[in-house]
C-alpha cells in the first residue's frame, strides 16, 4: 500500500528528504509522490528533522535510480535522435544531385525554371536542417557527458559520502598543518587562509553527511545533578538528542542521549565545561555503560 501523503523536500543543495506525516523506523519501505504524481518506492535511513507535526528523513531509492545517471542516458537518446535527423535531412538535400553537378544555369523564361528554382530551395532548405540538428545533436551530447561525469560524483546524497568526505578532510587537515608549518611551500600570501577554508568546509560537510546517513550512538553517562548535564546540553548543542534523565541518588543523576558524534569528539566538548570530571570519567556508548567511574 503507498503512502501517498508521503512527499519530498528539499534539505540542502543536491539532497531531498522524505517529508512523511508519520514517523518511519531507519530501514522501512515507504513511498514518496513526486509533485507530477509519480510514486517511488525509497528506504528510509535517519530522521533529520522534525517541524510543523512532519517527519523529514534521509532516504534511497530501492531501485537504485541515479538522477544523474538517468539525464545522462535521456540526453544520449536526444543526441542520437538529432544527429538521425540530420543524416536524413543531408540525404534529402542530395535530390537532384546529378543534374545539379552538371551546373545547369536556370533558364530565365523557361518551362523548367521553376522546378530548377523549387529543387535548389528544397535542397538548401534541407541543408539547413541537416546543419541545425547537427548543432543540435552536439549540444545534447556536451551535456550527456557533463551528467556522465557528474554521475560519478559523490554528494551528500550518496550514503557513501560519509566515509568520502572524512578522507577528504584527513588529506585537508595534513595540506593546512604542512602550510603552517611549513612542510609545504606557500604559493601565495593567501594558501594558507585558503587551506582552512577548505577544512571548515568539508567539516560541515561532514557534519551533514552524519545527520543524513550516520547510524546514531547511544551513550550514557553520570553526573552531579541537573545543572551539570544543561550545562551539557548547552555546550554540545544540536549535535546530541533524545536526553533521557533518571535520578540514581542525590545528587547524582543517569544520563543517556544520542549522537554522531564520537567519543574523543564528546569527551573534547565535555572538556570546555567546568567540573565536568564525573561525566568525563563514565560516558560510555550503552551498551558498554557501567555507571563506574572509568579513566579517560
Same mark, same amino acid.
Given at each position: 500500500m %503507498? =503512502?501517498?501523503?508521503? @512527499? ?10 522524505a517529508?512523511?506525516? #508519520? ?8 513511498? +514518496? ?34 538522477y544523474?545517471?538517468?539525464?545522462a ?23 537532384? &544531385?546529378?543534374? /545539379?553537378? /552538371? ?29 541545425? #540538428?547537427? &548543432? !543540435? ?7 550527456? =557527458? ?32 604542512? +602550510? ?15 587551506? &582552512? ?10 557534519? @551533514?553527511?552524519?545527520? /543524513? ?30 536526553? !533521557? $534523565? #533518571?535520578?540514581?541518588? /542525590?545528587?547524582?543523576?543517569?544520563? %543517556?542521549? !544520542?549522537?554522531?558524534?564520537t +567519543?574523543?569528539?564528546? $569527551?573534547e ?28
Amino acid at each position: 500500500m %503507498s =503512502d501517498s501523503a508521503n @512527499t519530498y523536500a528539499k534539505y540542502c543543495p543536491n539532497v531531498w528528504v522524505a517529508k512523511c506525516p #508519520e514517523k518511519h523506523e531507519r530501514g522501512e519501505i515507504i513511498y +514518496l509522490t513526486t509533485k507530477y504524481g509519480k510514486e517511488n518506492e525509497v528506504t528510509v535511513f535517519n530522521l533529520v528533522f522534525q517541524k510543523d507535526g512532519f517527519f523529514y528523513y534521509s532516504f534511497v531509492r530501492t531501485d537504485g535510480f541515479n538522477y544523474a545517471e538517468h539525464r545522462a542516458a535521456r540526453l544520449m537518446g536526444y543526441a542520437s535522435t538529432a544527429e538521425a535527423k540530420s543524416d536524413k535531412a543531408w540525404e534529402a538535400s542530395n535530390e537532384g &544531385k546529378e543534374f /545539379l553537378s /552538371l551546373g545547369e544555369p536556370i533558364k530565365i523564361g523557361h518551362h523548367s525554371e521553376r522546378r530548377h528554382r523549387a529543387l535548389i530551395e528544397r535542397n538548401r532548405t534541407r541543408m539547413d536542417k541537416a546543419m541545425a #540538428e547537427k &548543432k !543540435k545533436a552536439e549540444e545534447y551530447q556536451h551535456r550527456a =557527458d557533463f551528467w556522465a561525469r557528474k554521475a560519478k560524483d559523490i554528494t551528500l546524497a550518496n550514503p557513501e559520502s560519509l566515509d568520502y568526505y572524512e578522507h577528504l578532510l584527513e588529506k585537508a587537515k595534513a595540506r593546512h598543518e604542512g +602550510l603552517k608549518n611549513g612542510t609545504i611551500e606557500r604559493s601565495h600570501s593567501y594558501s594558507l587562509t585558503y587551506a &582552512k577554508k577548505e577544512v571548515n568546509e568539508i567539516e560541515k560537510k561532514i557534519k @551533514t553527511a552524519r545527520l /543524513l546517513w550516520a547510524i546514531p550512538i547511544e551513550y550514557k553517562f553520570r553526573a552531579e545533578g541537573a545543572p551539570d548535564i544543561e550545562s551539557f546540553q548547552k555546550a554540545i548543542g544540536k549535535e546530541a538528542f533524545d536526553f !533521557k $534523565i #533518571e535520578p540514581i541518588g /542525590l545528587p547524582d543523576v543517569e544520563a %543517556s542521549f !544520542k549522537s554522531y558524534m564520537t +567519543l574523543p569528539q564528546i $569527551i573534547e566538548v565535555m572538556e570546555c565545561i567546568p567540573d565536568s570530571h564525573v561525566m568525563m570519567e563514565t560516558i560510555l556508548p550503552a551498551e558498554e555503560y557501567t555507571g563506574e567511574r572509568i579513566l579517560v
